[in-house]
């Protein structure tokens, strides 16, 4: 069962439109969820409706997905240049959302998937890390290795990245960006996939299954040898799931 009122037919919210948002289906009573695209993607990419459709049969929840194609359609160097100023304009968003309507940061999920990690990222900065929780799945990795904008753990209250696509040649960041970071399987390769977008696509496929079962659980390792090798005894923690009030 879907429960919200409007759950396969979108609405279209403005910042300073506040008629759009208080005309609509936005209900600051209930968690609000945040999905971003990644390049060449779009509102009906597959991420969207995955991610949604786990949400909504599982509670009432506000979905907005960020559309941000006219910039993420164009080639990837300029779509990277323009990445700040995307998460920019949805940090004002959610300060909008937030004075027309009162919805709280501290009930807000910001999901985003390669590029659109870092958007998140950079929306959860311009709102000075207040939001609940920030997820980045597979932040894309090239051109960001050593970019200053890109994902961080302080950019919200608590921060996650699911690693699937960290390969050297692979479309995800090596590295740990968050306050956890889960390396799926290593990180690098998936079981079943037999290229680096379907690497890549993991890592929004096991989040949302996450949301439905909270089923998948991670240790912590004490270096990457042990993510490797699959040695990793530390202590446990849920992969992704819903929760706003995780930590780690």
């Known amino acids: 069962m879907l429960f919200r009122k409007n759950p396969r037919v979108s609405e279209s919210l403005f910042i300073n439109n506040a008629s759009s948002i208080t005309e609509s289906n936005f209900?600051?009573?209930?968690?609000?969820?945040?999905?971003?695209?990644?390049?060449?993607?779009?509102?009906?990419?597959?991420?969207?409706?995955t991610i949604r459709d786990a949400y909504l049969r599982k509670n009432d929840v506000n979905v907005i997905v960020l559309d941000w194609s006219l910039l993420a359609m164009l080639n990837y160097p300029i779509a990277v240049a323009g990445v700040p100023g995307v998460g920019l304009g949805l940090g004002r968003f959610l300060s909008f959302l937030n004075e027309v309507t009162g919805a709280s940061f501290n009930r807000m999920h910001l999901i985003g998937f390669s590029l659109g990690a870092h958007i998140v990222g950079n929306a959860g900065r311009e709102l000075g890390g207040r939001i609940a929780r920030v997820t980045g799945l597979d932040p894309a990795g090239p051109l960001w290795t050593e970019n200053k904008n890109r994902f961080r753990s302080t950019d919200g209250i608590y921060t996650e990245a699911i690693h699937?696509?960290?390969?050297?040649?692979?479309?995800?960041?090596?590295?740990a960006v968050a306050d956890v970071d889960f390396f799926v399987n290593?990180?690098?390769?998936?079981?079943?996939?037999?290229?680096?977008?379907?690497?890549?696509?993991?890592?929004?496929e096991v989040y949302a299954a996450t949301v439905t079962y909270d089923h998948l659980v991670g240790r912590k390792c004490a270096n990457i040898l042990q993510i490797t090798y699959n040695t990793c005894r530390g202590s446990s923690l849920s992969v992704g799931n819903d929760s706003l009030n995780k930590t780690g």
Not at 164 to 175: D, H
Not at 191 to 199: A, E, I, S, V, Y
Request: proline share 9%.
């Open 186 to 204: 290593g990180g690098k390769l998936q079981p079943g996939c037999f290229d680096n977008l379907c690497n890549h696509n993991r890592a929004w």
């Open 164 to 175: 699937t696509n960290g390969a050297p040649g692979g479309f995800g960041i090596e590295f």
């Open 27 to 49: 209900n600051p009573g209930v968690p609000t969820v945040v999905i971003v695209h990644g390049w060449l993607g779009n509102q009906y990419s597959g991420i969207n409706p």
